[in-house]
């Protein structure tokens, strides 16, 4: 802290402090070259690489009511408008020429895989919902989208896994660990993805290679920049989130959103629509209902159901009338379940509850 009866100039001790700050300038600005100009490069690989096609390619997708109806979630969320949620400090930008995936641990036939031979095997599409354990009621960490890969339980079995392994951990290539059950693998479209909504996977989104597992939560299933499974039993290993208190199994929770209107908007008063999107991962939607003050249930429009693990769209018209209003939207899944209103937060297993919202019409 500086005094007007200081003496003027650099103290020999404040020109080392200056001169360090120069060096480790130096050093930082020299760490952030190179590390852009990895990244130029590897945005440069991936434009020139072209993905196999799926050996029995999904259907052309059906129109969008998104099209139709202001302001709700398109069927697919674009790229690059798809949550990014990691605890990646730096963006691993990695260059396929030096990526292997390897599946070891309790197996009897380790297997190692460059990224052109990955390519090579057969490849599927995916329509799958992906959601985080953080997100909250009505929040925005999921998305919908068209994933293409190689069949996860096809390199498990080829591996040969140890009948007392009961846990799959997939790391990254930054250490980041997630570990999920075997038991997973009961049919459902597990993949090792390489594409996302007809492009290579994107560089935020885990290129070269990331795990879609459909119906869990993303911190125990959905590493990106994949680079090792490792068959494993749960008393032996646990993943990153789970040490710090997160739960060990993670189904996601059937969820209804609103998208429009959004909390506390204000707007004139006549037809407009409720809208938003609703999910029930294996299972599927069969309905979802809306509440609107003190009226009775209304069921909505859904849109159309591209599987049982990727969200449905739903709309309902409105007549506003002048006034405060509250709105409640819940999901009805196919065995009938209705989507509970017991609020929970997301710790540790993630939240629940009917998304609520009040607006106001003028």
């Keep these: 802290m500086s ?20 060096v480790a300038a130096t050093i930082l600005g020299s760490g952030t070259y190179a590390y852009l100009h990895r990244g130029a490069s590897v945005q440069l690989e991936r434009l020139g690489i072209s993905l196999p096609k799926a050996l029995n390619p999904l259907p052309a997708p059906p129109a969008d009511p998104a099209l139709e109806v202001e302001k709700l979630s398109t069927l697919f969320t674009p790229n690059d408008k798809f949550f990014i949620i990691d605890n990646a400090v730096v963006v691993p930008q990695v260059d396929t020429a030096n990526w292997k995936l390897t599946i070891d641990g309790m197996v ?27 997100n909250w009621v009505g929040g925005p960490y999921v998305g919908n989208a068209r994933w293409l890969g190689v069949r996860l339980d096809d390199l498990i ?14 790391h990254s290539v930054d250490d980041f660990t997630a570990g999920f059950p075997t038991a ?3 049919g459902r479209d597990a993949i090792i993805a390489v594409g996302m909504n007809g492009e290579v996977l994107p560089v935020k989104n885990g290129f070269p290679a990331r795990l879609i597992v459909p119906g869990l939560y993303g911190y125990v299933s959905a590493t ?11 008393d032996l290993k646990q993943g990153y989130w789970i040490k710090k208190g997160w739960a060990k199994f993670a189904p996601i929770k059937m969820q209804s959103r609103i998208d429009t209107p959004y909390v506390e908007e204000t707007f004139a008063a ?23 003050d003190w009226d009775q249930w209304r069921e909505a429009n859904l849109g159309p159901e591209l599987n049982n693990t990727t969200w449905r769209q739903w709309w309902l018209d409105w007549d506003v009338q002048p006034g405060k209003h509250k709105i409640q939207v819940r999901a009805v899944n196919k065995k009938g379940d209705i989507q509970t209103s017991v609020k929970k ?18």
């Design 3 to 22: 005094s007007e009866n200081s003496r003027p100039g650099i103290s020999r001790r404040n020109l080392f402090k200056i001169g360090g700050g120069v």
């Design 184 to 186: 997973t693998l009961d």
């Design 224 to 234: 990106k920049w994949l680079s090792r499974l490792e068959l494993t039993r749960f």
């Design 270 to 292: 006549g037809k407009r629509a409720i809208a938003g999107v609703a999910w029930a991962h294996n299972v599927g939607i069969e309905k979802v209902e809306v509440k609107i």
């Design 345 to 362: 937060d997301v710790l540790p297993n993630g939240a629940q509850g009917w998304h609520t919202i009040t607006v106001f019409a003028e």
């Design 108 to 134: 009897k036939n380790p297997i190692t895989l460059s990224y052109d031979e990955l390519l090579a095997r057969p490849i599927i599409e995916v329509d799958d919902t992906i959601a985080c354990v953080s």
């Design 157 to 170: 079995n080829e591996a040969r896994p140890s009948r007392d392994a009961d846990q799959i951990m997939s």
